[in-house]
Nanobody, 121 residues
């Protein structure tokens, strides 16, 4: 079992930055592909970014490419999502996930409880 806890969300003005953290307990995150997703109430959950457990390769949704960066610190058992140049449309609840999906947007086994990000215009 892996327990994931997100933090770092909050209210920021458009153009600002936030860094989300996802801390894991139970097992080492280095064994898992990690993903970030987001969801707006009433809409489907949307893929944001992923980092693969073995190669460290990253993948991003087109909507965040060039603005967001996913990274991992295996020593701290934590994954980060650095979000720059934030836009109001980035407002959502952000979730981190761990697993062994066939693709970045595939099925993950473990999910955090989410952290709210609100970007004001």
């Amino acid at each position: 079992q892996v327990q994931l806890v997100e933090s770092g969300g909050g209210l920021v003005q458009a153009g600002g930055s936030l860094r989300l953290s996802c801390a894991a307990s139970g097992r080492t995150l280095s064994l898992y592909t990690m993903g970030w997703f987001r969801q707006v109430p009433g809409k489907e959950r949307e893929f944001v970014a992923a980092i693969w457990w073995n190669s460290g390769s990253t993948d991003y949704a087109d909507s965040v490419k060039g603005r967001f960066t996913i990274s991992r610190d295996n020593a701290k058992n934590t994954v980060y999502l650095q979000m720059n140049s934030l836009k109001p449309e980035d407002t959502a609840i952000y979730y981190c996930a761990a697993g062994h999906p066939f693709s970045s947007r595939g099925r993950y086994d473990y999910w955090g409880q989410g952290t709210q990000v609100t970007v004001s215009s």
